[in-house]
C-alpha cells in the first residue's frame, strides 16, 4: 500500500479523520517503504523515492508520511525528519512516528499518585499543550515525581524516574495515543520451526547491561550523602563480569532520606531487575504463512509484536518460548521481512548453535 503525504501542519486527529481538501497526496511513485518497530524503543520509517516522482518537490522536512505499519494496525502518522541528496537519481527519506513529537513538548514539575494521576498529570502540564493523550488499564499506585523541567519523551522512558522506571511496562502507539501496557501481544499458539517455515537466523549476546555489584546511594544538598555500611550490594559474587555500578536512588526518597534498611531494600530492588545472564536474541527469517493463501485462515500462524511463540528443532527434541520484540515491515507489499525474536533460553541458543555446525559441516556454508 503507497504512503500518502501531508505537509507540515497541526492535526488535532489523523489525517484520515480530518480530511484536508486538495492536500491528500498518495506517493505513487516510490521505491521501496519500511517501518522498524521494537518495544519500547524504534519507531521509524524508511522510504527511498526517485527525483523524477511526481510529488517529489512536495516532500519537505516534517512532512508527514502515512502508512500502514504493519499487517495490522490502521495508518499511522510518520514525520519526515531527514532527507539524503539524491544518489543515482533517488532519495531516502527518515521519518519517526508521530510519538516522536513528544521530545519536543516539556513537561512540568509534579508530583503524582498513582499511574493515572501520573499519567493525567503529563498532559495537563504539558507545554504547548498538545493533542496527545495517554491511556493505561493499569492501577499501580506508586508516587510518581517530575522534579526538573523535562521533554514528555524522556520522562517516559530512559532514565531513572521514568514512567518505565518508576511502573514498568510496554508503550503502545495509536498515532496521538499513547497507551501504558503491562505486556504487548499474546500467546497464540504461532511456532517456528527449522524445516517449517524458518529460512534464516541470527543470534546475538548482549552483555553491556551486566554488573557484579552496585552501589546504592542517597544524597541531597540538605541531607548529604547515604550509603550503606557494606557500600555494594551483589548481584552474582562470583561472576566473571567484573562491574561495579553507583546507582544514585535519591528519586525514591522524595520525602527525605532513607535509612539504612530502606537503602538497601532500594538497592535489591534495583538489582533485581538487572539480569544474570547475557542478553541473548535472535534475528529470525521466517516465512509468515498467514499471508500465504492456503494457510490464510490460521490464525494461530500470525505473529505480532509482543507475541509469544515457540521456537523448535524437533531433531533435536529442543523447543523454547520467546518473545517477537521488533520487526522490520515492508509497507507495499503489506509483509514482513523480519522479525526478530529475543530472550531465548540457553538451551535454544547450544540448539541452534549444534544446527549451523551441522549444516557447515556438511554443506559446507551456512
Request: include cysteine; aromatic fraction near 10%.
Amino acid at each position: 500500500m503507497n504512503p500518502w503525504l501531508f505537509p507540515d501542519g497541526d492535526y488535532s486527529t489523523p489525517p484520515a479523520v480530518t480530511y484536508i481538501p486538495n492536500q491528500q497526496r498518495e506517493l505513487v511513485d516510490t521505491i521501496s517503504c519500511y517501518v522498524e518497530r521494537e518495544i519500547n524503543g524504534m519507531y521509524e520509517l524508511t522510504m527511498q523515492y526517485p527525483i523524477t516522482g511526481k510529488l517529489y518537490d512536495e516532500i519537505a522536512l516534517r512532512s508527514i508520511l502515512y502508512v500502514s505499519p504493519d499487517d495490522y494496525t490502521d495508518r499511522q502518522m510518520f514525520r519526515v525528519y531527514m532527507i539524503t541528496k539524491p544518489l543515482n537519481g533517488i532519495v531516502t527519506i527518515y521519518a519517526r512516528h508521530i510519538s516522536y513529537d513528544l521530545d519536543g513538548i516539556i513537561c512540568e514539575p509534579f508530583t503524582a499518585s498513582g499511574i493515572q494521576n501520573a499519567l493525567a498529570g503529563i498532559i495537563s502540564n504539558s507545554l504547548p499543550s498538545s493533542y496527545f493523550t495517554f491511556t493505561t488499564t493499569r492501577t499501580t499506585s506508586s508516587e510518581f515525581t517530575v522534579t526538573v523541567p523535562n521533554t514528555i519523551w524522556a520522562i517516559m522512558a530512559g532514565q531513572q524516574g521514568s514512567l518505565l522506571d518508576v511502573y514498568g511496562g510496554e508503550f503502545d502507539f495509536d498515532n496521538y495515543t499513547v497507551t501504558l501496557k503491562l505486556r504487548l501481544g499474546s500467546n497464540n499458539g504461532a511456532t517456528i520451526e527449522y524445516g517449517k517455515n524458518m529460512k534464516t537466523l541470527r543470534q546475538d549476546e548482549d552483555g553491556s547491561q551486566m554488573v557484579k555489584a552496585i552501589y546504592p546511594y542517597y544524597y541531597t544538598e540538605d541531607n548529604g550523602l547515604v550509603a550503606l555500611p557494606e557500600q555494594v550490594l551483589f548481584k552474582q559474587s562470583t561472576s566473571i563480569w567484573d562491574v561495579y555500578k553507583p546507582v544514585d536512588l535519591t528519586d525514591k526518597f522524595p520525602t527525605g532520606a532513607p535509612t539504612e534498611a530502606e537503602l538497601r531494600t532500594a538497592g535489591q530492588a534495583y538489582l533485581s531487575n538487572i539480569s544474570s545472564n547475557p542478553k541473548v536474541s535472535l534475528d529470525v527469517d521466517f516465512v509468515p504463512l498467514w499471508q500465504t493463501l492456503e494457510l490464510a485462515d490460521t490464525a494461530k500462524e500470525v505473529v505480532h509484536l509482543g507475541d509469544t511463540l515457540t521456537i523448535k528443532y524437533e531433531a533435536l527434541g529442543v523447543s523454547a518460548s520467546a518473545r517477537a520484540v521488533a520487526y522490520k515491515f515492508n509497507c507495499l507489499t503489506e509483509r514482513y521481512e523480519k522479525i526478530t525474536v529475543g530472550a531465548v533460553k540457553p538451551d535454544l541458543s547450544d540448539a541452534i548453535r549444534q544446527v549451523i555446525d551441522k549444516v557447515a559441516s556438511e554443506s559446507g556454508e551456512i
